[in-house]
């Protein structure tokens, strides 16, 4: 059973750009999380998604970040106008199932490492 | 609000011997709690979780972690070093109003010496 996956690994983009970054959860999961992750700093929230629907975008900035699961696909994170502060690795996880009142162990993928030059 | 901290930033043992890295949470339940690894240009991989019951929970690569509700700990131990334990731990809860929304700590730095 494949890990969750991530591409790219490494991403660079100039200022103004537009970043892509694209994730696969593990065989069965249906929940995916993405985390950002800068410099000397642990892995911060950013958006909880289900197929098709997403759950709690509250770690998101409110301009120029967006994500999606589509019915068929990856997870994708896209970051319009990308700026040297949006440096960082970008990770994903997914977990297979959220019972109610508690959660499940997610399983994290290698990250994208995004330098904006 | 919520947070983990994890009061060390680096360490350095020599191979074979123990280790205990700290993590202290601040929450208003019983939390969930997860300790990640992460090597060098890698993603995390869990190393064990606490969610109920028995507070002394094992996990892989012969780590354990003892959850103390007194001290609001969840410290992470392993008696005997090995080099490729060199990595960077996280320890993380599973925030009080939505627990799938995982809080992290700053993260430990172990360094091995040979």
């Known amino acids: 059973n494949a890990g969750v996956m991530q591409n790219p690994r490494h991403l660079v983009r100039r200022r103004g750009q537009e970043a892509r970054l694209r994730c696969s959860p593990m065989?069965?999961?249906?929940?995916v999380y993405w985390y950002r992750q800068l410099p000397e700093e642990g892995l911060k929230f950013m958006v909880y998604?289900?197929?098709?629907?997403?759950?709690?975008e509250s770690g998101m900035p409110k301009e120029r970040f967006s994500a999606e699961f589509p019915k068929e696909g990856p997870s994708i994170l896209r970051i319009q106008q990308v700026v040297r502060g949006d440096s960082a690795a970008y990770f994903c996880?997914?977990?297979?199932?959220?019972?109610?009142?508690?959660?499940?162990?997610?399983?994290f993928g290698p990250g994208t490492r995004l330098t904006v030059l | 609000a919520q947070s983990v901290t994890q009061p060390d930033i680096h360490i350095t043992v020599s191979e074979g011997a123990s280790l205990e890295l700290r993590c202290n949470y601040s929450y208003g339940a019983t939390p969930y709690l997860f300790w990640y690894v992460q090597s060098p240009g890698q993603g995390l991989q869990l190393l064990l979780k606490?969610?109920?019951?028995?507070?002394l929970v094992q996990g892989i690569k012969g780590f354990e972690a003892e959850f103390k509700r007194s001290q609001s700990s969840f410290n992470l131990r392993k008696p005997s070093v090995h080099w490729s334990d060199a990595a960077e731990y996280f320890c993380?809860?599973?925030?009080?109003?939505?627990?799938?929304?995982?809080?992290f700590g700053s993260g430990t730095r172990l360094l091995v010496r040979p």
């Open positions: 993380a809860v599973g925030s009080m109003d939505s627990s799938y929304k995982l809080i």
């Open positions: 996880a997914s977990s297979p199932r959220q019972f109610p009142g508690g959660t499940d162990t997610q399983y």
């Open positions: 065989k069965g999961h249906s929940h």
């Open positions: 998604l289900q197929k098709e629907n997403i759950i709690d």
């Open positions: 606490y969610f109920s019951g028995d507070t």
